[in-house]
């Protein structure tokens, strides 16, 4: 079969009664997770700007962006800004092997497709749309090989297809005609990421509006390609040389026992708001600071020794001109601030800190080797090496991420992050009810509705 049939199939047939348990406290979790970090993503760099530009693309809006309660858009445009505020501060989840972020693309488009359907949708409907995309974004992750576009964006689309074909029940010849055309959406490049440029988010943001944009094509009758993932100019004939089609179908699972939700189990939470490379020198450099007593003033040289991928995604240099992307990305200002401050919160992407001497004196002296791991996808094992001015020096191992499943975070700092996020959107009342909400969301006859109820969305 088609493997783009096969995809679509297992997207289709998605339903929240046969999500095993420990999928559906995932989904719980991480919807709640990507809610509140698109909340505080109203104050992410240029978040503002992009709302501006979204105003300017029509009138009438039936869909709210999160943390901003007074605003509602048309579906497309609400898309777009929600998808840069999640992923606008590095703070929204990933799924580590397969290199993505895929709750940043599909709740927008699941957001966007909810507000403009001509019935509510209940939350056990809004749910496996989430675990759908999720799904089919990650299998096509898991099938490929090095970074070379922006995988959450490019995969991404596929996902938001996937969710808004489950969640509008789209006939299955119009829903392969939307995933045809997800391909011609399909564009993000790992060039963003090199120059800590904001258009990461922005190619988030694009995918799940792109989504929409699918889906009214294949609705208005306009056929899609039919080979969209193994074609010789399809997803892994270009964007993912390295992997096949093949390979993101049997990321389903056996025929005949293939698991919903299998890989939104597998998504590992932010704790702090920088790439996830990052995350490893953060978590090192407090078991340093906490077990080994290192202090800044003490610091002759820190190694992070780590698998390539963390030295190709973080491993640049500080300099005072860096923007907050570009600062969220680089591993030697994120131990140093760590240094000084004991953690990193969304409230260090601020100019006077970016631009801190001390800090900035102190990055000079982090460097990130190569460690030569065979595996592209791998954020460890690695290890910390802090070397003081008196000649001691301190080692610790990493063994596994901070937030991933062999690691997770506790409800307390689940809570705890999610508290942080809503005080930073200015909204702290409405942690209370959303956390509520969270526990009886899949019983909501109106999702939707429920959630602006509390005041995360309009």
């Avoid at 009214?216 to 040389?241: N, Q, S």
């Avoid at 996808?377 to 000649?391: H, K, M, S």
Wanted: hydrophobic share 50%.
């Amino acid at each position: 079969m088609n493997p783009s049939e096969q995809l679509v199939d297992h997207a289709l047939g998605v339903r929240w009664a046969d999500v095993p348990a420990n999928a559906r406290r995932a989904a719980l979790t991480f919807l709640h997770d990507s809610l509140c970090v698109g909340a505080a993503g109203r104050h992410a760099a240029h978040a503002d700007a992009v709302l501006d530009i979204a105003r300017g693309w029509g009138s009438g809006g039936t869909a709210g962006v999160l943390g901003r309660p007074d605003v509602q858009l048309p579906p497309h445009a609400a898309a777009f800004v929600n998808g840069f505020q999640i992923h606008g501060q590095e703070y929204d989840c990933v799924h580590e092997p397969a290199v993505l972020h895929p709750m940043a693309t599909v709740l927008s488009a699941v957001l966007a497709e909810a507000a403009r359907a001509p019935a509510p949708v209940d939350g056990e409907a809004f749910l496996a749309a989430l675990v759908a995309g999720v799904d089919i974004a990650v299998c096509l992750g898991l099938a490929a090989g090095p970074l070379s576009f922006f995988r959450p964006a490019t995969a991404g689309i596929f996902g938001c297809v996937a969710a808004i074909a489950n969640l509008a029940r789209l006939p299955r010849a119009v829903a392969l005609d939307a995933f045809g055309h997800a391909l011609s959406f399909a564009s993000g490049t790992m060039q963003a990421h090199v120059e800590g440029k904001p258009a990461l988010p922005v190619q988030v943001a694009n995918a799940a509006r792109n989504a929409l944009v699918a889906v009214d094509l294949a609705r208005a009758g306009m056929p899609g390609v039919r080979h969209p993932v193994d074609g010789p100019f399809g997803y892994f004939g270009l964007l993912e040389v390295e992997g096949t089609a093949q390979a993101a179908v049997a990321g389903l699972g056996v025929p005949g026992q293939r698991i919903a939700g299998r890989h939104i189990a597998e998504v590992s939470w932010k704790p702090f708001p920088t790439g996830r490379a990052g995350h490893g020198g953060i978590v090192a450099t407090q078991r340093l600071m906490q077990e080994q007593g290192l202090r800044a003033e003490e610091l002759a040289s820190f190694t992070y020794v780590a698998p390539p991928l963390i030295h190709r995604l973080v491993g640049r240099p500080a300099h005072e001109a860096m923007e907050p992307g570009y600062a969220r990305l680089c591993l030697a200002w994120l131990v140093a601030v760590t240094l000084t401050r004991g953690k990193v919160d969304l409230a260090d992407f601020q100019p006077a800190t970016l631009r801190d001497p001390a800090i900035l004196a102190l990055a000079a002296k982090v460097s990130v080797v190569d460690d030569g791991n065979p595996d592209p996808a791998a954020f460890v094992p690695a290890q910390a090496i802090a070397r003081l001015t008196d000649g001691r020096e301190l080692r610790v191992d990493v063994t596994a991420q901070l937030g991933s499943p062999a690691w997770p975070l506790t409800d307390d700092q689940h809570r705890d992050k999610a508290r942080g996020c809503l005080a930073f959107a200015g909204l702290p009342d409405v942690d209370a009810p959303l956390a509520a909400l969270m526990a009886d969301f899949p019983a909501q006859p109106d999702a939707l509705a429920a959630l602006r109820t509390t005041g995360i969305i309009g």
